[in-house]
């Protein structure tokens, strides 16, 4: 009595004796316990893999406590990845590069420093001016600024009907920065944009906020530049698909918005040099921009926004799953499977295209060996 008030206390040894169906009396505890220790056991590598070793006892204690060793370090990274899953923000991404020969020239927002605020000089026609340096020279763009307000107003330029084109070595070999075969050694040509704005910040710190977007994303990628200034930079353009699994948007995937679980996104990274001191600036009033792409090699991303989403637990998921086929794989390396000397050899046939190859080769050939055994031709 005493012994089954203090098993009492484990409900699991009481739920497996009633599973099995063995009563719970002091007696069979010892009993119950062996159970699970042989049952645990066997679930590790059960008896008789090792039945055509020499030491099979051995081989099969030694193996279930290598195996003990694997599933344990393998939990023990799972956790850890679901602790810097869901604990510090970590959200596993899909990533792919590749190289594209057409890229859509960025359009380009000019708004003033300040929030709220409104840019000055939108009132001439030619408040922003734009041209192309193509390997044929200068190109002058016809383009129309239009108001466009986010959190200040601001005056935008749509340039999605032009592209940046890239060009091979030899046929630019000799083309200067702005066009034309006005270099006398290769410099690596890259189409370029340059533009020029008279357009103006209100505030004392006469800074203007400029920011490039394209047509697929809307969201502009913003930098700085001093007013009278020159920047010189260069593109480059990673895209992102953040997916976000909602019942609204999975209603939408129904109806055929087939991008409605991943909004793609063109994140655009400028890295400028600016030219200009205050001396210069003071006396200029136009403010000018030049950017090319760097090259024309694409990061291409697909992961959730956020840690915690549907696209993450999918992730957890098919990680667990894989836990099969590791744990596969690592048996098959460590302990590969016996394989019987005395097996016969399997009996295979010879498959109809190889057939009538060789045939025609022993007929048409005569390099090939001739062989006086009528081969079976298989339809």
């Known amino acids: 009595a005493i012994a089954a008030q203090d098993y009492s206390r484990f409900p699991l040894l009481i739920l497996y004796s009633t599973l099995v169906g063995v009563p719970w009396t002091s007696a069979s505890s010892s009993t119950v316990c062996m159970n699970l220790w042989e049952d645990f056991k066997e679930w590790i590598l059960p008896s008789g893999t090792f039945a055509k070793s020499r030491h099979p006892k051995r081989d099969l204690r030694d ?76 190109i002058e763009l016809n383009v129309v600024p239009y108001n466009c307000t986010y959190d200040r107003r601001c005056l935008c330029i749509d340039l ?23 270099s006398v050694r290769a410099i690596g040509f890259h189409e370029s944009i340059w533009l020029q704005t008279t357009l103006k910040d209100p505030s004392e710190e006469q800074t203007l906020k400029v920011g490039f977007f394209d047509s697929v994303d809307e969201v502009p990628a913003w930098f700085y530049a001093r007013h009278g200034t020159s920047r010189l930079g260069q593109l480059e353009l990673q895209i992102w698909y953040p997916t976000t699994v909602t019942l609204a948007k999975l209603l939408a995937l129904v109806r055929g918005h087939w991008s409605a679980l991943a909004r793609q996104r063109h994140l655009f990274y400028y890295s400028s040099q600016e030219s200009g001191g205050l001396a210069v600036t003071s006396k200029r009033n136009v403010t000018s921009i030049s950017y090319e792409m760097r090259n024309y090699f694409v990061d291409e991303t697909i992961s959730s926004e956020t840690a915690f989403s549907a696209y993450t637990i999918v992730f957890v998921l098919f990680a667990f799953f894989l836990r099969s086929a590791l744990v596969n794989a690592f048996l098959a390396v460590v302990f590969p499977l016996w394989e019987d000397p005395e097996k016969p050899v399997e009996i295979r046939q010879m498959w109809w295209f190889p057939a009538s190859l060789s045939s025609l080769l022993h007929t048409c050939c005569c390099c090939w060996e001739k062989d006086e055994e009528r081969a079976p031709f298989y339809p």
Do not use: Q
């Open 63 to 138: 193996a279930r406590i290598i195996l003990f060793i694997f599933y344990v370090l393998f939990g023990i990274l799972f956790v850890w990845m679901l602790v810097r899953l869901f604990f510090f923000g970590r959200v596993e991404i899909m990533r792919m590069s590749y190289k594209v020969d057409v890229v859509e020239v960025p359009s380009v927002a000019v708004c003033p420093y300040l929030t709220g605020a409104e840019i000055t000089g939108s009132n001439s026609e030619k408040s922003i001016s734009v041209y192309k340096y193509a390997i044929d020279g200068e």
């Open 160 to 182: 999605s009907e032009y592209a940046f084109h890239d060009y091979s070595l030899e046929d630019t070999m000799r083309t200067g920065s702005t066009g034309r075969n006005n």
